[in-house]
């Protein structure tokens, strides 16, 4: 069973600091990894997807690297803006297996002005 | 292209109390997803159709959870009776298929707190 995990839980930086997220999984065996973004009270909005075969994407500000033989990928935040504030899921799509994706718990940013 | 409407927005009830959840998926997408997203935890499946038929409930609590999507379109989630544990965002997604390469599209999800 794919079982993901995401450190920190949650983190506090000030405005301008680059940070970098963190996102664990146990089977190699996936077929994508997307992060997404969260705002209270509100779904899901996707940052990057990075499918099997690629080792990272970028757009803007956000940098996301996969490294699939050791179940690992990092979401890399340039020059952080207190409206990157939000909590960062990532999930894994495991091949296969009916377009399911399985979720990490989250970490939850605070960038400070 | 309008995305994935979910209602309510909030919702609060006593515990014991029934409780309906509605989404209307992406026109044209045939897969439907129900997630539950407790506070501070990622999104759990719930249940997965596949136009009206169910694909995978392994994770829902059929005790008091039931599902339908009687037309394989908008889909019902019901909750009855609701326990405190059920406090959580529930969050509708669609995509066109089943298949790896098919992305999913969430809604805003329902908010739903039991006293």
């Known amino acids: 069973k794919q079982e993901v995990t995401q450190i920190p839980a949650a983190l506090s930086v000030p405005e301008g600091e680059n940070l970098v997220l963190n996102c664990s999984f146990t089977d190699s065996a996936i077929y994508n990894l997307q992060w997404f973004r969260q705002d209270p009270g509100k779904g899901l909005t996707s940052l990057l997807l990075?499918?099997?075969?690629?080792r990272e994407q970028t757009s803007g500000r956000l940098n996301a690297s996969l490294d699939k033989s050791s179940g690992r990928s990092t979401l890399y935040i340039a020059a952080s803006q207190p409206g990157d504030s939000a909590t960062y899921l990532c999930?894994?799509?495991?091949?296969?297996?009916?377009?399911?994706?399985?979720f990490g718990g989250g970490t939850r940013l605070m960038v400070k002005p | 292209e309008a995305g994935v409407a979910q209602s309510p927005r909030y919702k609060i009830i006593e515990k014991r109390q029934s409780v309906a959840f509605w989404c209307n998926p992406i026109?044209?997408?045939?897969?439907l997803y129900w997630y539950q997203q407790i506070l501070g935890q990622g999104p759990k499946l719930l249940i997965q159709?596949?136009?009206?038929?169910?694909?995978?409930d392994s994770q829902l609590p059929k005790d008091r959870f039931s599902a339908e999507r009687l037309k394989g379109v908008d889909s019902t989630l019901k909750i009855q009776p609701a326990k405190l544990e059920d406090s959580a965002v529930y969050l509708c997604?669609?995509?066109?298929?089943?298949?790896?390469?098919?992305?999913?599209?969430f809604g805003p999800g329902t908010r739903l707190t039991v006293l």
């Open positions: 159709f596949q136009n009206n038929g169910v694909v995978d």
């Open positions: 026109s044209g997408h045939a897969t």
């Open positions: 990075i499918q099997s075969s690629q």
């Open positions: 997604a669609s995509s066109f298929s089943a298949g790896d390469t098919d992305t999913q599209y």
């Open positions: 999930a894994v799509k495991v091949k296969n297996a009916g377009n399911m994706l399985t």
